[in-house]
Each structure stands twice: as structure tokens, then as C-alpha cells.
């Protein structure tokens, strides 16, 4: 069935550095794809999303570009701040179900 | 504010007593569902609505109900909790299921001892 694999964590970086966390899926058809960030005590949120080959999902300084070659949509940031410190999930719509697959989370932590 | 509301954000109970997690949107949004959330694990599904009397399971449904009744609202019930249930669960809604975002709640810590 439809998956997602995202790359496990924690992660840890200082504040400024590049961030990269890497997902890649499985699907029979053409899925919509998403992140989202969940901040401590906190429910999961979206942070951008792509619903086609070569779209690219941006905000907060993040990005994500969908790969249908590679089957991947990795997740980065330029500079990444304290304030980033959250878990990420990859998360994919494979359109012809109602479920949302999400990754099992990336967990980030950015030190000063 | 536009918000799926979760009660309680904490609960602890024992094994057996019947408890009830209310969540309710405020966002007219016909799609509602439940997920748990468990280390090394990430989020599963256990039960799903797409509207008013419609619902369906998940990947993990059991040990759970659920009801729509209306559409603001879709509680999680446990009838007879059990140590296994204990877990962070959360409610989330959207207004389609295909390339809309879910809105998430902030989340119902269980412990079942």
C-alpha cells in the first residue's frame, strides 16, 4: 500500500546551519504531498505541501520539492533557528483513499 | 478563532472505566478523524468520518468507538480502556479529504493504568 519513510531522528544542529530531512514514499498514483511540524505540547500543523510533479512547497524559510523520479520530497532550510525545534512529519494523500500516511517523524533539535 | 477543540488535554483512569474524549470544529468541515500518536510508531489512524452518520475504521480501531451526530462534532470513546490505549490522541478535520490540510487539536494525553 501507499507509504511514507522518512529519515530518523533526533537531529540535532546548531543554530544556522542547513537542514535536510529526507522522505521518500510509495504509491500506486499520483499523491499529493505533505509536511507538517508539531512544536512541543502542541498538535501537528501544516507547514507546506505539493500536489504535482516538480511543485515546490515553501514557508518559514522551508521547502520541499516533489520528485516523482526519485519518489522523494525532502524537507530543508538555509539557516535553521532555535525556534525550529519540533518534530517533522512527511505525510502523503493517495487520493484514492480518505487516510492521511504519515511518516513516523523526524525529531529536531537546533542549539544556540 | 478557527480551531478543533480536544477535552481533556490530560486524563488518567484505570482499566475498564468508560471514558469519552470530546472534539469539535468550528470550521464547517465535513471530514473528521482520529489518530494516535506513539514512539517510534508516528500517527495512526484509528477512525474516520466524512460526514454526519458516516464513519469508518482506521488502521487501529480497536477498543474504540466513535459517533457523528453532527457535524461539529466527533468523540472517541473507549468502553473498556485497557493499558494499551495509553497514548497521545489526537482529533483533526478538514474541509475535503483530497489536497486539503488537516487541522489538528492540541492533543489528549491517556494513561490507562
Known amino acids: 500500500g501507499d507509504s511514507v519513510t522518512q529519515m530518523e531522528g533526533p537531529v540535532t544542529l546548531s543554530e544556522e546551519a542547513f537542514l535536510t530531512i529526507n522522505c521518500t514514499y510509495t504509491a500506486t498514483g499520483y499523491p499529493s504531498l505533505f509536511w507538517y511540524v508539531q512544536y512541543p505540547g502542541e498538535g501537528l500543523q501544516l507547514l507546506l505541501k505539493?500536489?504535482?510533479?516538480?511543485d515546490k512547497g515553501s514557508n518559514k524559510g522551508f521547502e520541499a520539492t516533489y520528485r516523482k523520479e526519485t519518489t522523494s520530497f525532502h524537507l530543508e532550510k538555509g539557516s535553521v533557528q532555535v525556534s525550529d525545534s519540533a518534530v517533522y512529519f512527511c505525510a502523503l494523500n493517495p487520493r484514492s483513499g480518505y487516510a492521511l500516511n504519515f511518516g513516523k517523524g523526524t525529531s529536531l533539535l537546533v542549539t544556540p | 478563532e478557527a480551531q478543533v477543540t480536544q477535552n481533556p488535554r490530560y486524563l488518567i483512569t484505570v482499566t475498564g472505566k468508560k471514558l469519552t474524549v470530546t472534539c469539535s470544529q468550528n470550521?464547517?468541515?465535513?471530514?473528521m478523524s482520529w489518530y494516535r500518536q506513539d514512539p517510534g510508531l508516528g500517527l495512526r489512524q484509528i477512525y474516520y468520518s466524512m460526514n454526519v452518520e458516516v464513519t469508518d475504521k482506521g488502521d487501529v480501531p480497536e477498543g474504540y468507538k466513535v459517533s457523528r451526530k453532527e457535524k461539529r462534532n466527533f468523540p472517541l470513546i473507549l468502553e473498556s480502556p485497557s493499558p494499551n490505549q495509553t497514548s497521545l490522541y489526537f482529533c483533526?478535520?478538514?474541509?475535503?479529504?483530497?489536497?486539503?490540510?488537516?487541522?489538528f487539536g492540541n492533543g489528549t494525553r491517556l494513561t490507562v493504568t
Open positions: 505539493a500536489t504535482k510533479a516538480d
Open positions: 470550521m464547517n468541515h465535513e471530514y
Open positions: 483533526a478535520s478538514s474541509p475535503q479529504v483530497s489536497d486539503s490540510p488537516l487541522h
